[in-house]
């Protein structure tokens, strides 16, 4: 899969620690990389990076995506060849309550990973990963596009379209020849969910704490919708656009929409009836129509006919597929079960299976050039 470009490579990941970080560095193990994650802080308890014993298979190294020098020795030691820049403070509510510690994260941490790149000559494809959110939303009932304005009204939003903002200036101003390496793009996906996440204010998460310990989960904004997709559904597309980026120079300074299709385009009351399902009758859930005009908006909706025409990438899961794997993750943990690297490895097999089903081109690791 992939076009087995990621077999002994050094790949550097920051943000390993968090859920998205985690799960791309279970998928780049899996794929015989040599993974170097460089993450602040554990950014949970539990937490998936220690659920699932990845420090036993990746570099882990301690520091801040603020602190430049010693990003900048990271780079010089590891000489990573591909780096997926996920470090981040991703949490919208999270945003209002400390707006400049999310600038200073969202906005600095992508300028220092780019000052990094352009300093280096070990560099040969980035993939620096923003938001859905990026998009100033006008509540449309159809999917922004990678040419919409981007904007951001929260603090979280508003940097997440600056850090799209910056990524463009640095390739168009430093990494202009795309017959040259390095090759960058940026990816856009957001409302993921799946097992190990255990974020604070997301719905899955909040759920899966209340309900694990016998208690009811309030609902706020049952009727806002969402593209819901599973973790590994932008991964895979993350991975498939840093392949297309060694593999030609045709997608360089692009950016891509990674999401499901429309039909998976449900309410939080919705994935929430079908998710609780699993929870054999513990799931207590009270939903509360109020919302809270200043936290986040009701209607988002992504268009990714982009990765569709120049990836051949599409999603892969189906709702009722998204909801599964992520309770079964949940409820196997719960359980008690021993060896979640062995069980996130195997749901790894098990969603590459169906993209295979699906005839999903990183799946047969065929190129759509």
């Known amino acids: 899969m992939f076009g087995n470009v990621f077999k002994g490579r050094k790949v550097l990941v920051t943000g390993h620690t968090g859920f998205k970080g985690s799960w791309l560095s279970l998928w780049l193990t899996a794929l015989g990389a040599e993974v170097i994650g460089y993450s602040a802080y554990f950014p949970s308890t539990p937490c998936n990076f220690k659920v699932c014993g990845l420090d036993k298979h990746v570099t882990h190294v301690e520091g801040d995506i603020g602190n430049l020098n010693m990003l900048t020795n990271v780079f010089k030691k590891y000489k990573p060849e591909i780096v997926f820049h996920l470090a981040a403070q991703p949490i919208v509510r999270e945003s209002y309550r400390n707006p400049k510690l999310t600038f200073d994260t969202n906005i600095g ?20 990963i923003t938001s859905d959110k990026c998009y100033r939303n006008m509540e449309w009932v159809w999917g922004y596009k990678e040419n919409d304005i981007l904007g951001g009204d929260d603090p979280y939003s508003a940097s997440k379209g600056c850090a799209e903002i910056i990524c463009n200036s640095y390739i168009k101003s430093f990494f202009s020849d795309r017959k040259n390496l390095p090759r960058i793009a940026t990816a856009r996906a957001g409302n993921v969910i799946g097992g190990g996440d255990w974020a604070v204010d997301r719905i899955v998460p909040d759920s899966v704490r209340a309900f694990s310990e016998g208690k009811q989960v309030v609902i706020r904004n049952p009727n806002a919708t969402r593209p819901w997709q599973h973790v590994l559904e932008p991964l895979s597309g993350y991975l498939w656009l840093a392949a297309h980026l060694l593999n030609s120079p045709r997608l360089h300074g692009e950016a891509f929409n990674f999401g499901p299709d429309h039909k998976v ?3 939080v009351a919705e994935l929430l009836t079908d998710f609780s399902a699993y929870w054999s009758g513990k799931a207590k859930c009270k939903l509360v129509n109020k919302r809270d005009n200043r936290k986040e908006s009701m209607l988002l909706k992504l268009s990714c006919d982009k990765a569709l025409n120049l990836l051949d990438w599409s999603a892969t899961l189906p709702f009722e597929d998204t909801i599964r794997f992520t309770a079964e993750w949940y409820t196997s943990y719960y359980r008690g079960k021993k060896g979640m690297f062995d069980y996130s490895m195997a749901q790894i097999k098990d969603y590459t299976n169906k993209a295979l089903e699906t005839n999903n081109a990183w799946a047969r690791g065929v190129f759509n050039d």
């Open 265 to 267: 385009d449900k309410s």
């Open 109 to 128: 941490g992508t300028v220092n990973i780019l000052e990094c790149i352009r300093s280096t000559t070990s560099v040969k494809a980035a993939v620096i």
